[in-house]
């Protein structure tokens, strides 16, 4: 053998080769991993509330200009015995001015509520808790919503309420 030649050693070059291709591999899982991550977290899979929500046009991604949102108290998301999607929302505002009636139908665009009319009987079933007979429906010509507010005149803030919402379709 001429010295500076590698006669007796071509296996260890295939093994270097191996180790970085084996390196490089591992480097490109890992920052697969970490796009995969980031993406997870940057929009956090849609849940149940959000889809009630939103089949109830009252999802804050749906009201982007306004700033503030309510959140609900309860949120049942069901079908028909036809098949319709129907979300049913409780909404439980304590009164005054950031948290009262008059601020939820402005945040939501919503008309003032008019005459009592009857809560929906697949409402009260559908959420925990003892619902009222009646509520002032809002017509908003949303079709498919029906929105109710119970008022609550004995309560420390004015305009503590209770909004109940009962929305189908799509």
């Known amino acids: 053998m001429t010295p500076g030649s590698s006669g007796g050693r071509p296996w260890t070059r295939r093994l270097l080769g191996l180790f970085l291709v084996l390196c490089a591999l591992v480097t490109v899982g890992c920052v697969w991993w970490g796009v995969a991550a980031f993406l997870r977290?940057?929009?956090p899979p849609e849940t149940d509330l959000d889809r009630a929500e939103r089949l109830a046009?009252?999802?804050h991604e749906q009201h982007p200009k306004k700033g503030r949102y309510y959140v609900p108290a309860n949120a049942v998301l069901s079908r028909t015995?036809?098949?319709?999607?129907?979300?049913?929302?409780?909404?439980?505002?304590?009164?005054?001015?950031?948290?009262?009636?008059?601020?939820?139908?402005?945040?939501?665009?919503?008309?003032?509520?008019?005459?009592?009319?009857?809560?929906?009987?697949?409402?009260?079933?559908?959420?925990p808790g003892d619902e009222p007979a009646e509520g002032s429906l809002v017509s908003d010509g949303q079709a498919g919503r029906r929105i109710f507010v119970v008022k609550h005149p004995s309560a420390v803030g004015a305009g503590a309420a209770d909004i109940y919402v009962r929305a189908t379709g799509t």
């Open 57 to 59: 046009g009252l999802h």
């Open 81 to 127: 015995t036809d098949g319709v999607p129907v979300s049913y929302l409780h909404y439980e505002l304590a009164g005054g001015d950031d948290v009262g009636i008059d601020d939820f139908l402005r945040t939501y665009d919503l008309p003032q509520p008019g005459a009592p009319a009857p809560l929906p009987e697949d409402l009260r079933a559908a959420l």
């Open 41 to 43: 977290f940057g929009h």
